[in-house]
């Protein structure tokens, strides 16, 4: 039903605009000057307040009070899953320390040493945000002191640390450089631990391949390439760099990789390695399940209600709110659900319901397979975001908000990929493309309003 | 049906396109790409590509797009043939883009065919057009031909006395070594007679110029037009002598990151990686020794392969070999290369905008530069505008080589106890191009010294 007042009312309208030290916001310490519109329409008032921030929008403390308890139990019933993933992947698994004594530890009291007193850096980048869990338990495993995570990207941290750079990739990779620099000499950490992971574990099924992106591997190189391109910076600081090639994909050569790098340096044993592995990968595991438990829960809460989840089409690495720009907060303050790709569920059941039709006319043979509408999968993480394409153009409740960084080289062969799989089903679907260092906080601001708009129409025209 | 297919060098099409010609394929390259190829593939391409997509996807349709203006059916005409990868890097995306790229332009049915470039060297690989060993076999005996004859080129090109002399040979040769290749007649004896024709170039080796060695990404760095700004002919041009890398140090390398692979994994089988790596080791000897057989037969003037072992060895301190993409670790392992076996002055590397691997490769090349005293490095992107600024840097370079080129040929005139008159009469009797010299120096015409 239509809310318009009609047109002998619209006559009568009268309104009046404040705007001085008497509209002023007094909510933080930005202080920031408001308009007032002060409508007037047969006897009855209404005021309007134009102000940059939600907050501004109310006038008193209790007000104030209630919007706030709005936003927060509007953001418990429908959470940031991102956040949610950030604080599982980088939380301890509290492993068992799997060091043993014997002769072996007595032949190698000097290194074992070194490795128990070891404060092993991780840069909070790139990979990490798939696969933090393993990197922390494995270390903790061999019962090393502490490990350390470098901070979420920032503006400062950025400036701080990055003007070793000689080249110019995308940012994600760049800012490695920062948060290695903040690790050596803010964290004092003994051990840096940087692995080139050359491929990522198996999701997507029967792809080409499940490499990571050649820039993402590559990038612990060129960090150490520009630590110790004048000076030895890691030398200098008593700082054991190490960034093996790993293989995640494999899990039995994985295991070789990482003892050959760890073993013989801190003298741990290959069983005491073993067991180690055995409880990171088990830790990677228990990460994703309890993500995507709570991914599925949502996606039942977001059915029920009948409201439209937000899924983000983007690389892990983009969970870092330095590089996301706080655009999934921007969007779950308007009290959307956000959902990252890894939080979308691998149940069978529900799989096998939504992918019927494809599995039916065997263009593919698992709900995990995505060769029938892009048979070049052997970029991990691209084909999961071409997955999740997918995954959002099946269920009605989703819509899709695609990330990517500028001179991102294997987000640019699917962008009309992702855009045909969404449009195809007229889901939802947003892109923030080539995003870099700059925080253009003003048009995100404006863009996520626009997709505010059309959600909540979305949620009316089609949910409801 | 034709074959289309390109990519690579003028001598590489016209030599590929006569390697095939006797196993039933009528092969035709394209123009070499330029900038309007890239300002198509713009269009129709997905953006944020990397520009070697560009020019090669707006290549193709350049030329579909003056076929169909012609009133041919291109669609039942022709087919494209190229080589695929499964990753790492958007190399093996290139498939989806040309296929889509197709169907933007009007073409939804244009046939796109692909060989997997790290299985063309074992396997047979069946689709719409038959890749057997045979094919594979002729189009590398092309491709080591071409290399050759562009290697020769450049090593002739900037001392011919006499303008376009060298063109000429080239023409001749490329002319002759198809026409054997297409009857099947002895490649070995055209080679000889190739010799002979340059022997009839006359140059002047004793003009000091500075070597400048061209790395980067494949395509930055192969090809001949737009790409890289036309940057070998444009070097000569600036008084340089360019060396430019033969297609088969990629064969080699694709041969060679394959026996790392085995070697890696053996432990799951060791019985079935021996095998293999004896398949491989094999098959790599293969190519080796026929690439030093064609050289010799062109009086051994031609650069030697590099040794793939050596080049992961350089490279490993800054690049794991065992990092795949682009050029993997050869950008680096080539720049220590040149440096350590005086192969050039100036080390150019140039890469695509956009190019994944090539960038990380060059953040490690700074550190590269620190250990290497003395080395002179300069890395440019290749955008498809902004030559001026890509030119201009490699000028600044340039200088510098110049310097030390003929600082170095001063003290080969000291250590050999050469003086100007000797040199200038030697000059006339040592003026045919076909000869070899020795490899003590950098520059061509400090070890021309060593002929007086």
């Known amino acids: 039903m239509s809310s318009f007042i009609g047109f002998d009312a619209v006559d009568a309208l009268t309104y009046e605009t404040k705007r001085g030290e008497e509209t002023r916001c007094s909510f933080c310490s930005n202080y920031c000057v408001r308009t007032f519109i002060d409508l007037s329409v047969k006897g009855s008032k209404k ?6 921030c939600e907050k501004g929008t109310v006038e008193t403390k209790e007000e104030l009070r209630a919007l706030l308890r709005k936003k927060s139990r509007l953001k418990d019933e429908f959470p940031n899953l991102v956040r949610e993933a950030n604080e599982l992947l980088f939380s301890s698994y509290r492993p068992e320390v799997v060091l043993q004594g014997g002769l072996s530890a007595l032949l190698n009291r000097k290194k074992r040493r070194t490795l128990r007193e070891a404060v092993v850096g991780v840069p909070r980048v790139l990979n990490a945000y798939s696969l933090a869990p393993f990197f922390r338990t494995y270390f903790e495993a061999l019962g090393v002191k502490k490990v350390v995570f470098s901070s979420y990207t920032s503006e400062e941290l950025y400036r701080k640390g990055a003007k070793r750079g000689s080249i110019d990739p995308c940012y994600p990779s760049k800012v490695a450089l920062a948060h290695v620099h903040e690790l050596i000499y803010e964290k004092r950490v003994s051990v840096v631990f940087f692995p080139c992971v050359r491929t990522l574990p198996k999701e997507v099924e029967n792809a080409e391949g499940h490499w990571a992106c050649p820039t993402v591997t590559a990038t612990p190189e060129v960090v150490k390439a520009a630590f110790t391109k004048e000076r030895d910076e890691f030398a200098e600081r008593g700082v054991k760099y190490l960034n093996p090639v790993l293989d995640f994909e494999d899990e039995e050569l994985l295991s070789r990789q990482l003892f050959k790098a760890v073993g013989p340096l801190f003298g741990v044993t290959r069983k005491e390695h073993e067991l180690a592995l055995k409880q990171a990968l088990g830790a ?40 996301n720009h706080g655009i999934p907060d921007e969007i779950n303050d308007r009290g959307y659900a956000v959902l990252p790709v890894d939080a979308l569920p691998r149940d069978e059941a529900l799989l096998n319901e939504l992918f019927k039709e494809e599995l039916k006319s065997g263009r593919i043979k698992s709900p995990l397979e995505i060769t029938d509408v892009w048979p070049k999968c052997y970029s991990e993480n691209s084909s999961l975001k071409v997955w999740a394409a997918r995954f959002v153009s099946k269920v009605p409740y989703l819509s899709a908000v695609e990330l990517s960084s ?58 409801r | 049906m034709k074959v289309l297919f390109g990519g690579l060098t003028q001598a590489h099409e016209t030599l590929i396109s006569a390697a095939v010609k006797p196993l039933g394929y009528e092969a035709l390259p394209l123009p070499t790409p330029d900038n309007e190829a890239l300002r198509i593939g713009k269009e129709f391409c997905n953006k944020g590509q990397c520009n070697p997509t560009y020019y090669t996807v707006g290549n193709l349709l350049k030329f579909l797009f003056k076929k169909r203006e012609e009133g041919l059916e291109v669609e039942r005409e022709f087919v494209f043939v190229t080589a695929g990868s499964c990753g790492p890097c ?58 050759l004859i562009n290697d020769l080129y450049y090593k002739v090109k900037p001392y011919e006395l006499k303008e376009g002399a060298t063109d000429l040979w080239k023409e001749r040769a490329l002319g002759l070594l198809a026409e054997a290749l297409e009857r099947g007649s002895s490649v070995l004896k055209a080679l000889r007679r190739v010799k002979r024709e340059l022997s009839a170039v006359r140059v002047n080796y004793f003009t000091p110029k500075p070597k400048v060695k061209i790395t980067g990404e494949f395509f ?32 080699d390398y694709l041969v060679f990151v394959r026996q790392l692979s085995v070697k890696e994994r053996a432990f799951k089988d060791r019985l079935k990686a021996v095998k293999e790596l004896l398949a491989l080791k094999a098959f790599g000897l293969y190519l080796r020794s026929l690439y030093e057989l064609y050289r010799r037969a062109l009086g051994g003037k031609p650069d030697p392969l590099k040794s793939q072992k050596k080049l992961a060895r350089y490279a490993e301190p800054y690049y794991d070999p065992r990092i795949a993409g682009g050029e993997g670790h050869m950008e680096v392992g080539k720049h220590v290369y040149a440096v350590k076996h005086k192969l050039a002055h100036l080390v150019v590397s140039v890469k695509p905008f956009g190019c994944m691997p090539s960038t990380q490769s060059d953040g490690v090349q700074a550190k590269v530069v620190e250990d290497l005293k003395g080395s002179l490095f300069v890395s440019v992107e290749t955008t498809g505008d902004a030559e001026a ?15 030390l080129a003929r600082e170095e040929y001063e003290r080969a005139k000291r250590e050999l106890n050469l003086t100007d008159r000797r040199i200038e009469e030697a000059s006339k009797r040592l003026a045919r191009a076909d000869l070899s010299l020795p490899r003590r120096y950098a520059a061509t015409a400090a070890n021309a010294l060593l002929l007086v």
Not at chain 1, 446 to 457: A, C, H, I, Q, S
């Open chain 1, 47 to 52: 005021r309007f307040i134009v102000a940059p």
């Open chain 1, 406 to 463: 500028f001179r991102c080289g294997h987000d640019a062969p699917i962008y009309g990929l992702i855009e045909e799989l969404l449009a195809s089903t007229g889901r939802p679907f947003f892109t923030f493309h080539e995003l870099d260092e700059n925080r253009p906080a003003g048009s995100i601001k404006l863009r996520v309003e626009t997709l505010d708009y059309f959600l909540k129409r979305y949620e009316e025209e089609v949910l």
């Open chain 2, 90 to 147: 958007r190399f093996g995306m290139y498939e989806a883009e040309y296929r889509r790229a197709l169907k933007e332009a009007g073409f939804p049915d244009f046939k796109v065919v692909t060989f997997e470039q790290a299985r063309a060297l074992t396997d047979e690989q069946e689709g719409p057009l038959r890749f057997d060993r045979r094919f594979f076999l002729s189009v590398i005996k092309a491709v080591f031909l071409g290399d």
């Open chain 1, 284 to 323: 990677l595991k228990t990460y994703k399940e309890k993500l995507r438990r709570r991914g599925a829960e949502l996606l039942e809460k977001l059915k029920r209600e009948k409201r439209v989840g937000v899924v983000l089409l983007a690389r892990p690495y983009h969970n870092d709110p330095g590089l």
């Open chain 2, 389 to 403: 600024n890509a030119k201009s840097r490699v000028l600044m370079k340039l200088y510098e080589a110049k310097e």
């Open chain 2, 220 to 251: 930055a760095q192969t090809t001949e037009g737009d790409g890289n700004y036309r940057l070998a002919a444009w070097l000569i041009e600036e008084g340089a002598e360019p060396v430019v890398e033969p297609v088969a140090t990629w064969i």
